[in-house]
């Protein structure tokens, strides 16, 4: 299976300050990488999939790059509501669809 | 509004089932694929299984060695996990999502969720 690596485990950030989230596969998925962030006791929410496209009502500060093995969520600004954990997803390999550990942002 | 309704989950004790279901509305059920994802207290996300729209294909995850089921009724709009032989390792909450696309992609509509706990 293709094993996904995020990074860092733990990302401290000021209100207003911008972010910068990795995740690298363990092959190339092409573009097919999906974003979610998930806030303490709720479900995860889906942020941006293709690598960049961003889902239905999801804000332009969060913003997607990347192809191949290494991929980056940018969120310009960060507002109070932004403070969660942001899972990557891969689903190059449909016979087995894996996530990244995760990456808490967290206020500073 | 799109909207997943998990139920079913509960403490169950090693070696024995529990159905999980997962209730649909405010979109065609019928038209799309489905999958369980399921969360270790305190852990990642991890994707169990898959089915599509008219249940024609299935797909597992390794890490579950044949002890799933999922099945739906498109008829009741519900989405079902059957799990058996459960073991400690099981436990977690376990979400019903709704796929993009006609093959197993990423997830846009997630339930909130349902625990299980397997213990004595």
């Known amino acids: 299976e293709i094993v996904m690596t995020q990074s860092p485990a733990t990302l401290s950030v000021s209100p207003g300050e911008g972010a910068t989230l990795s995740c690298r596969a363990s092959?190339?998925?092409?573009?097919?990488l999906a974003w979610y962030q998930q806030k303490p006791g709720q479900a995860p929410r889906l942020l941006l999939y293709?690598?960049?496209t961003r889902a239905t009502g999801i804000p332009a500060r969060f913003s997607g790059s990347g192809s191949g093995t290494e991929f980056t969520l940018t969120i310009s600004s960060l507002q109070s509501e932004d403070f969660a954990v942001y899972y990557c997803q891969q689903y190059f390999d449909w016979h087995a669809l894996t996530f990244g550990g995760g990456t808490k942002v967290e206020i500073k | 509004q799109v909207q997943l309704v998990e139920s079913g989950g509960g403490l169950v004790k090693p070696g024995g089932s529990l159905r999980l279901s997962c209730a649909a509305s405010?979109?065609?059920?019928?038209?799309?694929?489905m999958s369980w994802i399921r969360q270790a207290p305190g852990k990642g996300l991890e994707w169990v299984s898959y089915?599509?729209?008219?249940?024609?294909?299935?797909k597992y995850a390794d890490s579950v060695n044949g002890r799933l089921i999922i099945s739906r009724d498109n008829a009741k709009n519900s989405l079902y996990l059957l799990i058996n032989g459960l073991r400690a390792e099981d436990t977690a909450v376990y979400y019903c999502?709704?796929?993009?696309?006609?093959?197993?992609?990423?997830?846009?509509?997630w339930g909130q969720g349902t625990l299980v706990t397997v213990s004595s």
């Open positions: 089915i599509s729209s008219s249940s024609d294909y299935t």
């Open positions: 999502a709704r796929v993009l696309g006609i093959a197993p992609t990423y997830f846009d509509y």
């Open positions: 293709g690598a960049s």
């Open positions: 092959q190339g998925v092409s573009r097919n």
């Open positions: 405010g979109f065609t059920f019928s038209d799309y694929s």
